[in-house]
């Protein structure tokens, strides 16, 4: 019953670091996604992927890369952290787009970075 | 675009009060409406959703009606508990699985 998860959920990193965000769900889900969540913005989407091998951008995608290898893995690159990436990040699975609207969205519990 | 407007919080209400936080959306389309809620220090998790107009979502004693006519989403609880105390996310989704989230609510329920 694991559904979707994070890790790490907490990192500190220096300015300039990399780092990779690993998201897997095992709930056979197409779509996966990442948002970030700032204080008093919500949770805005930074990619997402509707398939192994294919991503998009989605609001905020400056500063990140993602890929989608397989169905289970979609995880988030930082490739030169910056002290405005720190937030905390959200990855999500859902079911096909084909099925009507309204589908439930998965969470996992999030992963809290620090970038000093 | 898409958007999603939620009152400002936070909120405090005393145990048994009664909640209304609104939200109000628009859309270039047909919208799903949701309410995830997310306690402190874990993720988030879907409360309630409603997939068309005059649609009540409800879950652990929390209701929404989805109306059309005024674009609004409003959650309600006739009685908070300690253990509601929260963040309540509003959220939209137009024909795909991608939320357009409000800023969020923070809820404080004090004994």
């Known amino acids: 019953n694991a559904g979707v998860t994070q890790t790490p959920k907490f990192q500190v990193l220096k300015t300039g670091q990399s780092m990779t965000l690993q998201c897997a769900q095992d709930?056979?889900?197409?779509?996966m996604s990442w948002y970030r969540q700032d204080p008093g913005m919500g949770l805005r989407l930074i990619h997402y992927s509707v398939g192994a091998g294919i991503t998009d951008q989605g609001e905020v995608p400056n500063g990140y890369n993602v890929s989608r290898s397989t169905t289970e893995d979609f995880p988030l690159r930082l490739l030169s952290a910056a002290p405005s990436q720190t937030s905390v990040y959200f990855c999500a699975s859902s079911y096909s787009q084909a099925v009507p609207s309204g589908n439930t969205i998965y969470f996992g519990e999030g992963s809290w970075l620090t970038v000093v | 675009g898409n958007s999603v407007t939620q009152m400002e919080g936070p909120v405090t209400l005393s145990e048994e009060a009664f909640l209304t936080i609104n939200c109000t959306y628009t859309a270039t389309g047909y919208p799903s409406l949701f309410w995830y809620v997310q306690y402190p220090g874990e993720g988030l998790q879907l409360l309630l959703k409603?997939?068309?107009?005059?649609d009540k979502g409800s879950n652990k004693g929390f209701e929404a009606t989805y109306r059309k006519e005024t674009t609004s989403f409003h959650l309600e609880k006739g009685s908070v508990q300690v253990s509601d105390s929260a963040v309540y996310f509003c959220?939209?989704?137009?024909?795909?699985?991608?939320?357009?989230f409000g800023k969020g609510t923070k809820l404080s329920v004090i004994p």
């Open positions: 409603a997939t068309k107009a005059d």
């Open positions: 709930m056979n889900h197409e779509y």
């Open positions: 959220a939209l989704s137009v024909g795909s699985y991608q939320l357009t």
